[in-house]
């Protein structure tokens, strides 16, 4: 049960504890929630809803994906590129430079090889024929986020170093990652990536974190914000709206892209994250910026359908917001400014979720897991 992780000890625990945002025996959103964001009388989901086949919540066929390494071999033209590569794995090319963020080539969001979130279709290329990056960043511990199987290969295959939140870093190091690569942040602080021109700043989310059964908030969960010499990216990891978006933009915007989660929205659950009309308005309060938006159309984790975030935004995104919106493994550039191609529209009618799959033996299913699970 490696996938499970580790609990800090030592220097890393007596760090975690001197957070003013730890509360005791964890860690704690410490700002205001807003009211109206969650639905108190909205019922979570059961799990004969969360294993039922209504509501498309599965793509009917393969979404459309691209080989991303013949642009890769080109230098960017602005200096800045993304390529997302499902859910919240998207390569970002700052300056020369390149960023890896919550990387998950795992088949499943599950610390179980046959039971949990199954992704609709592998990444558009194996980790093993990912260029070199200069630095992996993970926002949390969740496991849409960090992906054990994922870890454990980077670990084997080079000498990334990796930026997280306070507490992550236990896990990293327990999967083979050398400590001396792990840089682990606190809200505010800033860690500079030797040999680079890259920073990487943590900053305020609204989330929760946990791989157990009793681990939960036992790790920081964070937004974080990328910056090269000539560039800045804000990614949300995962987050519900927050007034603290605007002291964000005060303290280190400008950005020029900014990528925030719009899946796996529910009523119940409205206060940690943020679905695709509460991304609109924290892209608004983060100062604006080319908007990609991530965690979505990779794992089935809340009742909606698959596209249903897509179809959303793009309903709702004034003509001033730039919406990026590529394919899978599609390299686009923010200073492009290209129009959005609405792909997901042929993508071929939802079949459903799958048939519920046997849990191995003594462990709990998901039924009796807290919702949400990411």
């Known amino acids: 049960m490696n996938s499970f992780g580790k609990r800090a000890q030592g220097i890393r625990l007596e760090r975690m504890m001197a957070s003013p945002r730890w509360a005791g025996e964890g860690f704690r959103n410490v700002h205001p929630v807003a009211p109206g964001l969650r ?81 609709f279709q592998p990444v558009p290329l194996r980790l093993r024929e990912m260029p070199e990056v200069d630095v992996v960043v993970i926002s949390h511990d969740h496991y849409d986020h960090l992906d054990y199987p994922t870890i454990h290969a980077l670990a084997r295959r080079s000498n990334v170093p990796f930026v997280t939140s306070l507490g992550v870093g236990a896990h990293l190091q327990a999967w083979g990652i050398a400590p ?27 989330h929760f974190s ?44 400008p950005f020029d ?13 409205g206060d940690i994250h943020l679905g695709p009309e509460n991304a609109l308005k924290a892209h608004q309060l983060l100062g604006g910026g080319a908007f990609l938006p991530v965690h979505w159309g990779t794992f089935s984790l809340a009742m909606h359908a698959w596209d249903q975030p897509a179809e959303t935004l793009l309903q709702l995104a004034s003509p001033r ?54």
Do not use: C
């Open 39 to 119: 639905d108190p009388t909205a019922p979570r989901p059961t799990l004969r809803e969360f294993l039922s086949n209504g509501n498309r919540r599965v793509p009917g066929a393969p979404l459309p994906s691209m080989d991303p390494r013949e642009a890769w071999s080109r230098p960017s033209a602005s200096g800045l590129r993304a390529t997302w590569l499902g859910h919240s794995t998207v390569l970002l090319e700052m300056g020369g430079y390149r960023v890896l963020t919550d990387p998950v080539w795992g088949t499943r969001a599950s610390p179980f090889r046959l039971l949990g979130p199954k992704r």
């Open 210 to 253: 946990g791989r157990g059964f009793k681990d939960r908030n036992a790790t920081l969960w964070s937004s974080m914000i990328l910056r090269s010499e000539r560039h800045a990216v804000f990614f949300s990891g995962d987050t519900g709206l927050t007034s603290e978006y605007a002291l964000i933009r005060e303290r280190l915007g």
């Open 321 to 374: 917001e730039l919406l990026l919106m590529p394919r899978l493994g599609e390299a686009v550039e923010p200073a492009e400014q290209r129009a959005v191609q609405p792909w997901w529209r042929g993508v071929g009618v939802g079949r459903g979720a799958p048939v519920p799959e046997a849990a191995p033996h003594g462990v709990r299913t998901p039924g009796d897991l807290p919702w949400p699970m990411d």
């Open 180 to 206: 001396e690569r792990i840089t682990e942040l606190d809200w505010w602080e800033t860690h500079r990536v030797p040999g680079t021109g890259l920073s990487v700043t943590a900053a305020p989310s609204q």
């Open 257 to 269: 892209l900014v990528m925030l989660e719009v899946g796996a929205f529910h009523p119940s659950w």
